[in-house]
């Protein structure tokens, strides 16, 4: 075992390094220094209608399991309609991009590795001020943020290769 790993174990009541961006809670299980760098894994928190644009990570693979909720995720050319209980493993470089639908959030489990990648959402978003979805002029608008992301993405290897999924492609 290395020097620069430990155990970490947090339970549902324990405090949680939590951020509020792209409108969402990103609660962070794991924080990539305690492994080492290796793995960063978070619980997320989206309400309908947040969409991402086409993007890839260069240097990051993902994984996600859906626990509530609904959305269509692209990877690659294929649309894959996840809901609780569907896991998705998404290798480094794939262009991919998600949209929100239903009537509640999608709460799921999100894993990175290596583990940096859940950095960038801390900085472009604001410390959470409670464990929910940020409400109505809570968090960064929507103005400043993607004025932040396009400035801090590129020194996470995140790229911008075409537009969100357009709500008309859900059957």
Same mark, same amino acid.
């Given at each position: 075992?290395?020097? *620069?790993? =430990?155990?970490?174990?947090?339970? %549902? ?5 939590? =951020?509020?961006?792209?409108?969402? /809670? ?5 924080? %990539? ?10 619980? @997320? =928190? ?20 859906? /626990? ?21 493993? /998404?290798?480094?470089?794939? %262009? ?6 239903? *009537? ?7 894993? =990175? ?8 959402? *801390?900085? @472009? ?6 464990? !929910? @979805? ?5 968090? !960064? ?6 004025? !932040? ?10 790229? @911008? ?11």
């Amino acid at each position: 075992m290395s020097d *620069d790993t =430990t155990v970490v174990m947090r339970g %549902p009541q324990d405090a949680h390094h939590a =951020t509020w961006a792209m409108g969402s /809670l990103f609660e962070h299980l794991l924080l %990539p220094e305690e492994s080492g760098g290796r793995l960063a894994v978070a619980t @997320v =928190t989206q309400p309908p209608g947040i969409a991402t644009p086409l993007h890839r990570h260069t240097r990051e693979a993902e994984a996600f399991f859906v /626990l509530a909720g609904e959305m269509t995720y692209r990877a690659g050319e294929e649309d894959f309609e996840l809901t609780p209980g569907c896991f998705m493993y /998404l290798p480094q470089g794939i %262009p991919h991009a998600f949209r929100v639908h239903g *009537d509640v959030p999608v709460h799921y489990l999100a894993l =990175t590795e290596p583990g940096h990648l859940l950095g960038l959402y *801390d900085e @472009v978003g604001v410390p959470a001020g409670a464990l !929910r @979805v940020p409400g109505e002029g809570e968090g !960064r608008s929507m103005e400043e943020e993607i004025a !932040r992301w396009n400035g801090v993405g590129p020194r996470y290897g995140l790229e @911008v290769v075409g537009p969100p999924i357009p709500e008309a492609t859900r059957s």
